[in-house]
């Protein structure tokens, strides 16, 4: 039997770290088994627009390159399932415990008829979970304005929808009883359970908006790349059991297991997320990282698939975490620095004829022979006979290339900056001193 799975998120306009972690597992489990993985929106007791609640998801989904099969093809990919069109399904339902004698009318609403005895289950993830029917209440199937509750919906559609494994947060192990009855009451074995374990924030608090971003778009906009944002929510919580982490999506497919889910809470944590997104960047291809810059309006300036761009990136690579890094890095080869630094200005530059040590170091750069080697040569040499240290030169040269204290490798900078441009900004910074 191959298994089927179900992402089935409330419409709350946008896809949160935790679903999406969520979604991940379930997507990863039937990839690995060649299942099929459903989108199911519950969205039965919304009243705000469908469209716009879901969206969000959608689209935080499709970032993170997480496909649904099934649901309805209307010229274009899969749609999900909605609840709210299969209101009258969850009606009859209803009403089929009712006339067994399995559920009873109170006050116009219905509610199920929890029998004596224990309910039992094997979670994948804790182990077997016991609970005394005495502790569960007789609960509303379907409300009074004939909408149904989540258990009687997620269970009926769980079973219409054949669904083998249902992989969830940890905080729905207290609705599983109440839903393992109503399988029963159906006369069907209920799915296999995973319950995953929370989200935390580094203060081992529930993850929530105070720990910063909390919405995976959001994390788009910060710069990280979805390679590695599967990654990072990958190993939130499941590990292969080996100090691996860096893995490619299809890697991770073929790792995936139930067993690797941790029973003890994950901590989401930034620096780690940061690496994951440096690590992936750096395996990305210089035309692919160029056009994600473009893609997401970062790369304002005319880098081309050429050498000098390809020489540019591969000094850049190293410094730039995130996407968002890039622009900074990549200004001064593209536009003298509107302003220098004003710390690195008093550091470096207050002492007296720094100006004019600029100003000969220009003089010499319009004869130097233009190769990495020579212009540090030269530099050196001029330091040398103006009984200088170097790093007055280079420190000097980085502000007024750059504006700022830090760069990547001066020299390399320099040889790609070109020496008419390296001249130029020698000259507009000496006659700011
Ligand atoms: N709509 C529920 C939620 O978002 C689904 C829980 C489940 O997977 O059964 O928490």
Redesign the pocket.
């Known amino acids: 039997m191959t298994p089927r799975l179900r992402f ?3 419409p709350t306009g946008y896809l949160h770290v935790g679903g999406a972690r969520t979604a991940l597992f379930n997507w990863l489990y039937a990839r690995r088994h060649g299942g099929t993985f459903i989108l199911r929106i ?1 969205d039965t007791d919304v009243a705000r627009s469908q469209e716009e609640m879901v969206t969000g998801i959608l689209d935080g989904l499709r970032w993170l390159g997480i496909d649904w099969d099934e649901g309805p093809e209307i010229g274009g990919p899969h749609a999900p399932y909605f609840q709210s069109e299969r209101l009258d399904r969850y009606r009859a339902a209803a009403k089929q415990l009712l006339d067994s004698g399995q559920a009873f009318e109170d006050e116009g609403a219905i509610r199920f008829k929890v029998p004596p005895g224990k309910t039992a289950f094997t979670d994948s993830v804790h182990g077997p979970i016991e609970f005394d029917n005495g502790h569960i209440e007789s609960f509303v199937i379907l409300r009074s304005d004939t909408h149904p509750t ?1 258990h009687l919906s ?1 269970v009926v559609d769980d079973i219409d929808m054949a669904i083998t494994h ?1 992989v ?2 940890d905080d ?1 192990i207290s609705n599983t009883p109440k839903q393992v009855l109503l399988y029963s009451a159906f006369g069907q074995t209920p799915p296999s359970f995973a319950h995953v374990p929370l989200i935390m924030g580094p203060d081992k608090q529930r993850l929530s908006k105070r720990h910063g971003a909390t919405s995976v778009m959001e994390y788009e906009q910060q710069g990280y790349i979805p390679e590695a944002m599967f990654n990072f929510l990958a190993l939130l919580g499941w590990g292969t059991g080996s100090n691996d982490e860096l893995f490619t999506r299809e890697e991770l497919i073929q790792r995936f297991n139930l067993e690797g889910i941790s029973g003890g809470n994950a901590v989401f944590n930034t620096e780690k997320l940061d690496w994951f997104n440096h690590q992936h960047l750096m395996r990305l291809a210089d035309e692919e990282i160029l056009a994600r810059l473009r893609d997401s309006g970062l790369g304002a300036w005319d880098l081309g698939a050429d050498q000098r761009s390809g020489k540019i990136l591969e000094l850049l690579r190293p410094r730039c975490r995130k996407l968002t890094d890039y622009p900074e890095q990549l200004r001064p080869f593209f536009e003298d620095p509107e302003s220098y630094d004003a710390e690195a200005v008093k550091k470096h530059l207050s002492m007296p004829g720094t100006k004019e040590h600029l100003l000969a170091l220009k003089e010499t750069y319009s004869a130097v022979q233009w190769t990495e080697a020579e212009i540090e040569k030269a530099l050196r040499a001029l330091a040398d006979a103006r009984t200088l240290k170097a790093g007055v030169l280079i420190h000097g040269t980085r502000i007024a290339v750059t504006g700022r204290m830090v760069s990547p490798g001066l020299f390399e900078m320099l040889v790609l900056l070109g020496r008419e441009t390296v001249m130029r900004r020698l000259d507009r910074l000496a006659h700011t001193l």
């Open positions: 089935a998120p409330s519950e989540y997620v249902v969830r947060g729905h």
